[in-house]
């Protein structure tokens, strides 16, 4: 039996004493990794064990190869959760969230993870926060925070208003409650939009984060090429509008005004102000796929003026118009945009056909639709089932018939400048982030309005702004808990002196974790954010791990605040991290993410009781690759721990076999192919270790090893001498290494009973020889004309024409060309034969 307990104790000592973990202060050759920062709403769980274990293996790797390691601990403890345990079970929300980081923090250094706990951060903490609040002073002072009313994204549920990022789909990314519009009269917002164009462009520089996260960002900023257009209204003042189809100019038949635009009751003539409130409040308590899918509208009894031709459009109010796209306000073409043309359908509206296909007497696609016509016909918007998006020539366009339409876009766009009422645009879905938060339990913003002066940033003198901790009632009401605490609220102005209150609101929590990779840098510094000679030491994070869920929300908010800070000169870098990856979700037997929201997730701390911390990290390493999803199951513990036991076997077999320097030369037939496995594994665990974190590829090579092991050397019983036995000595002791980063416990306590002096960290890792890694004889497919046909082994270092005549001469290709010369014999070394025939 192995006493892991025992092993376990032993060597969380020796760390402790040696201080293992902590971070040299002057690194040589710096490697920074961090894991997205957890949650405290109740114990680490199983989830949560592989995503610090990623980062663990990789740290621990790193330590051995001679970087020096920055790995944090931290909590993301600010957040809705924790007030709304407050309410359930009459607990305050700091004492809760506590409670539950003591918990978690246990469970995390029961489980081995390389944390240096002298640089953990807690959000909720005023020694952290202070540095929000400084943060945003920064951008208030530089123009890029900024209060102003705004229709926002509302759960009815929580009573909180929410970014675009935290209520795409139309539900809120908490709780799944639909959101609907609400109309707040002060709400901050950073100025997010003023880097959008940045943010796009240097997602070319994140060449080592996955495509897939990449390919979000570019969506979700979603940067458009398009043409500005202003419509006089009659009788009053222009509206700009964006589009992307300028060549459609002529078939406007309405304009259309999203609800959320100050201009959809401003605009209504007296006689219709009544009926486009009342059409306005209804639309927005529907949530965007409501309003998407019944695309209703009241008219404002006004007309907008079509510069290009003069027609007088009806200007609509339209639900299905979205008020963080362009302007908020789109021109209707309903021949030509399907969405209009549902619209236009519904309401009776004009439709004009100004793009025409050019292949006329064919049949022409229109949406889903056939329509035939005939030569000089054309396309006739009475035959129209659905809007014809395709090219085509420009008609009834005036000056610009017969024009190709994408031609057509550029010289309308050129048009509209020339004569001074438009022209091109670039426009981003990506909106300004809006950071107000009615809750509670958050960090408090550091503004002071004051009836006289305005709103007045809290001098940095007087950070932090802290968090009181005497509110008692947490009940969701729409507004700030904080705004019922008159001896929070009630204040001086800064710069009159006269009575004024503090902004009741808190800031969004994704602000907390947009800087918190640079703090653990420095992070006990109350003087400052953090030292520049620090920062520059370990900026910025080699290795990030976390969830793909975080690619349109926190991956793009800390990009955006590191290059607030970049501007400001208070970072080195312009990105926070050089390699991006996401780890694969955990599931339970039913194939459901595990989440402690869903009630169904498994706490490690029993199974690390039970099996020991190695064998409940070698199981979780070695399901499947670290990007793809698992179903957990103890199942796999049984064999993991069988597996151990067996390591454990053979290094006490092998520790009195001599050791020293390998000659390959000189070993028994036997061993070769021992010795040449276990090269390829070192090769293989480099690979996983640096590139691909596949570690359950590195464990199945060392099973293979073991194995071979077994067959060729049977373990204790050599049939060669003293060259064999050191090298199976040093295969022992190779694969005690290769799995040091994902069983620590193993690692350290082999390591030492096999004569290794320091800590296994501290010791080196294999390193492969690229001769001896090479095989003998390999294996080559044949095909004929691309198809397999067969397969041949030959040495690996035969001569091309070797090969080609091994492959002529294996039977079924043999058959297969019936004696006939084939044209030519394709070979690809160490791979494959094509005959060509």
Not at 660 to 667: F, I
Request: hydrophobic share 40%.
């Amino acid at each position: 039996m192995i006493d892991f307990r025992s092993i376990e104790t032993e060597w969380f000592r020796r760390w402790e004493e040696s201080k293992l973990h902590a971070t040299p202060e002057s690194p040589r050759r710096k490697y920074y990794v961090l894991e997205m920062f957890a949650y405290p709403s109740g114990d680490i769980h199983i989830g949560h064990l592989r995503n610090y274990m990623i980062g663990d293996i990789a740290a621990r790797y790193r330590m051995m190869t001679g970087w020096d390691v920055l790995h944090p601990p931290g909590w993301d403890a600010f957040g809705q959760p924790a007030e709304g345990a407050a309410i359930k079970y009459s607990i305050h929300p700091r004492e809760w969230t506590i409670r539950n980081i003591e918990t978690g923090r246990k469970t995390l250094q029961s489980m081995a993870v390389t944390y240096d706990w002298n640089r953990e951060i807690r959000t909720c903490e005023p020694d952290y926060y202070k540095w929000t609040q400084w943060i945003f002073l920064q951008l208030h002072e530089n123009g890029l925070a900024y209060l102003a009313p705004s229709w926002v994204n509302w759960c009815p549920k929580d009573e909180w208003a929410l970014t675009n990022e935290q209520a795409e789909g139309g539900v809120c990314w908490r709780c799944g409650t639909a959101i609907v519009k609400r109309k707040l009269d002060r709400c901050w917002f950073f100025r997010y939009s003023k880097y959008a164009e940045r943010l796009l462009k240097d997602i070319d520089k994140l060449t080592q984060w996955p495509e897939s996260v990449r390919t979000i960002q570019r969506n979700w900023i979603g940067r458009s090429e398009g043409t500005e257009i202003d419509f006089q209204i009659e009788g009053g003042d222009r509206i700009r509008v964006f589009t992307t189809r300028p060549d459609t100019i002529y078939g406007v038949t309405f304009m259309a005004v999203s609800p959320e635009s100050p201009l959809a009751e401003t605009l209504a003539t007296p006689d219709r102000r009544e009926a486009v409130a009342e059409y306005v409040r209804k639309a927005l308590v529907r949530d965007e796929a409501q309003r998407e899918k019944e695309k209703d509208g009241v008219f404002t009894g006004r007309h907008a003026i079509n510069p290009f031709n003069g027609e007088k459009v009806p200007l609509w109010v339209a639900d299905y118009v979205l008020g963080g796209y362009g302007t908020g306000v789109v021109m209707g073409v309903p021949a030509h945009d399907q969405r209009d043309f549902e619209f236009a359908k519904k309401y009776g509206l004009p439709i004009k056909v100004v793009i025409d296909p050019s292949t006329a007497g064919k049949p022409v696609q229109a949406g889903r639709a056939q329509i035939s016509f005939g030569f000089g016909k054309g396309l006739q918007a009475g035959e129209l089932t659905e809007a014809y998006v395709e090219s085509g020539r420009m008609v009834n366009s005036g000056p610009f018939d017969g024009t190709p339409n994408e031609e057509g876009i550029k010289r309308v766009t050129d048009y509209a400048a020339a004569k001074g009422f438009g022209g091109p645009a670039v426009n981003y879905k990506l909106r300004d982030w809006l950071i107000s938060r009615q809750r509670y339990w958050g960090c408090p913003i550091p503004i002071i309005h004051c009836p006289k002066c305005g709103p007045q940033p809290v001098p940095e003198k007087d950070l932090p702004v802290v968090l009181p901790t005497n509110i008692t009632n947490f009940v969701p009401k729409g507004r700030s808990p904080l705004a019922d605490s008159p001896e929070f609220m009630n204040t001086t102005c800064p710069k009159c002196g006269g009575a004024a209150q503090r902004d009741p609101d808190t800031m969004d929590t994704f602000i907390d974790s947009s800087w918190y990779q640079f703090r653990y840098v420095d992070p006990r510094n109350d003087r400052e954010i953090w030292r520049k000679e620090e920062i520059k030491k370990w900026a910025p994070v080699d290795l990030y791990i976390g969830g793909i869920e975080h690619a349109r929300g926190h991956c793009l908010y800390f990009r955006f605040i590191t290059k607030v800070l970049f501007d400001l000169g208070h970072c080195p870098v312009d990105e926070p991290a050089v390699r991006l990856f996401n780890h694969g979700m955990v599931c339970d037997d039913k194939g459901e993410i595990m989440s402690k929201s869903r009630g169904n997730a498994a706490s490690p701390a029993a199974i690390l009781d039970k099996w020991g911390v190695d064998v409940c990290r070698l199981a979780m390493a070695f399901f499947a690759p670290s990007e793809d999803q698992i179903k957990w199951s103890e199942n796999g513990l049984v064999g993991a721990e069988r597996f151990i036991r067996r390591v454990y076997e053979l290094a006490d077999r092998v520790k009195d076999y001599p050791s020293g320097p390998v000659d390959r030369a000189k070993l028994h037939p036997k061993m070769r192919p021992v010795w040449r496995k276990l090269h390829q594994v070192v090769r293989k665990a480099v690979h996983s270790f640096e590139e691909d974190l596949h570690f359950n590829t590195v464990i199945s090579q060392v099973m293979e090893l073991l194995n071979l092991l077994g067959e060729s050397w049977n373990f204790g019983k050599p049939e060669g001498g003293d060259e064999d036995r050191r090298a199976v000595r040093q295969a022992a002791f190779d694969v005690v290494k290769i799995l040091a980063p994902m069983t620590p416990f193993l690692g350290e306590e082999l390591h030492r009973r096999l004569g290794g002096k320091a800590s296994v960290f501290r010791s080196g890792f294999p390193a492969f020889d690229a001769e001896a890694a090479k095989e003998d004889q390999v294996e080559i497919v044949v095909q004929i004309n691309g198809k397999v046909r067969g397969k041949i082994v030959v040495a690996a270092d035969a001569p091309e024409d070797q090969v080609r005549a091994a492959a002529l001469a294996e039977p079924a290709i043999a058959r297969a060309l019936e004696g006939k010369p084939p044209r030519k014999v394709i070979v690809v070394k160490g791979r494959l034969v094509n005959v060509v025939v």
